[in-house]
Each structure stands twice: as structure tokens, then as C-alpha cells.
């Protein structure tokens, strides 16, 4: 999981504001994920790519977007239309014939102001 | 979907005993259940996983067990120690490449 990171590690947003969450791999996976965690709620899937221009939505997928232009890379927007942003943001990745196996990122904490 | 229980949500143990987490599943299709451990601010971390042909998985301290009749999940960390304190959590999956993970379970070892 040390080949993930995330950028920023804090993000603070304005009402109305469009975000954009940074999520880099160099593991050669080929899958990637998109997950908000909140208090007391585990780890709820937003977004998922399992290859390169093609995603799918998850569970909470309004207000999001992604895209998945590299293999690389799986960049999450947080768009003014999510009413309730403020979370810890994980980003994960597995192998594509063990899709199942995910290794995280170190995370982004998005507070809305 | 699936849809994965975790009990208890808070779990205090003296050191050196034993903490036994559970998970129930509710798709019997579900064939991958991994574990993992995330301290306070940082990443979730994998510490075992066991798949649908086995029923049961040790390392070292830790050992999952796996119930597929039942549909239920657990696992056991004996001789716990202050390291251990950590928030667990259980998932499933299908292999639909998405995992469905329990609520987490808050341990804390008290010295």
C-alpha cells in the first residue's frame, strides 16, 4: 500500500465549491476505488474503475464524479451538489486478477466550511 | 447487494486476553473476507483474509474463522497487547471487485 498516495491530506471547501481529490498508484494495478468514511459508518463506496476510461458508480455515487484517463491515476471530484462533503476520502487499487485484495492510500480529509 | 453486520461496535479488553470480533454476510455467493485494521488517522491496513474453501486462517496472534452455513465471519487476536487498539473492520465480496465492509469495531487494550 505504499505505492498509493493522496493529495492534499487536508482540504477545505467553500459552499458552492468544486473539489478535486488526488489519488496516484505506481503498483501497475489495474483496478482503483473511490471510498468515504464517516464516524461510526465504516467505509461506503463511491466510485470504481476497473480499467483505464471506463468507472462505475457505488453505493453513494451523488455529487461525485471521476475519471480515469491514466492507469495511474483515479482523481475523485467533489462537485457543489454533494450537500454533506465533510468525510475522510480513501482511495484504494488492487490487482486486476485479485481484484478482491484492495491496498489504500493514506487518505484526504475534506472539511466543508 | 451484499450486506455485512459487525458486532460489538466497541470492544475493551485487559491485556494479554482474548478479543473476538463477529461479522455476518448476507449473499451466499460471497467467497473473499479480508480484515483490516486502522489506527487513528491513517490507512486501513489488511491483516488476514480468508476465502470460501477454507475455514479457518492463522498468523501468529491472529486467526479468522469461516462459517459459511451460517454465513458468519470471525476474528481472534489473543494475548492482546497496547498495539493492538485500533478500529477493525470485516468485508465481503462476491468477487465483483467491490468490497462491502461492517461498520468497524472500536478495540481498545487497557494496560
Known amino acids: 500500500d505504499g505505492g498509493i498516495t493522496q493529495s492534499p491530506k487536508y482540504l477545505f471547501r467553500k459552499e458552492g465549491q468544486n473539489v478535486t481529490l488526488s489519488c496516484e498508484q505506481n503498483l501497475n494495478h489495474d483496478a482503483m476505488y473511490w471510498y468515504r468514511q464517516d464516524p461510526g459508518q465504516g467505509l461506503r463506496l463511491i466510485y470504481y474503475?476497473?480499467?483505464?476510461?471506463?468507472?462505475q458508480k457505488g453505493d453513494i455515487a451523488e455529487g461525485y464524479s471521476v475519471s480515469r484517463e491514466k492507469k495511474e491515476s483515479f482523481p475523485l471530484t467533489v462537485t457543489s451538489a454533494q450537500k454533506n462533503p465533510t468525510a475522510f476520502y480513501l482511495c484504494?487499487?488492487?490487482?486486476?486478477?485479485?481484484?478482491?485484495?484492495?491496498?489504500f492510500g493514506p487518505g484526504t480529509r475534506l472539511t466543508v466550511l | 447487494g451484499e450486506n455485512v453486520e459487525q458486532h460489538p461496535s466497541t470492544l475493551s479488553v485487559q491485556e494479554g486476553d482474548s478479543a473476538v470480533i463477529k461479522c455476518t454476510y448476507s449473499?451466499?455467493?460471497?467467497?473473499?473476507f479480508p480484515w483490516y485494521k486502522q489506527e487513528l488517522g491513517k490507512r486501513p491496513q489488511l491483516i488476514i483474509d480468508?476465502?470460501?474453501?477454507?475455514g479457518e486462517k492463522k498468523d501468529q496472534r491472529i486467526a479468522v474463522t469461516l462459517n459459511k452455513t451460517a454465513k458468519h465471519f470471525s476474528l481472534h487476536i489473543t494475548e492482546t497487547q497496547p498495539e493492538d487498539s485500533a478500529v477493525y473492520f470485516c468485508?465481503?465480496?462476491?468477487?465483483?471487485?467491490?468490497?462491502?465492509f461492517g461498520a468497524g469495531t472500536t478495540v481498545t487494550v487497557r494496560a
Open positions: 449473499d451466499s455467493a460471497s467467497n473473499y
Open positions: 480468508i476465502r470460501s474453501n477454507v
Open positions: 468485508a465481503a465480496t462476491n468477487n465483483d471487485y467491490k468490497l462491502s
Open positions: 484504494a487499487s488492487s490487482i486486476w486478477d485479485s481484484a478482491d485484495t484492495q491496498y
Open positions: 474503475s476497473q480499467i483505464v476510461n471506463d468507472f
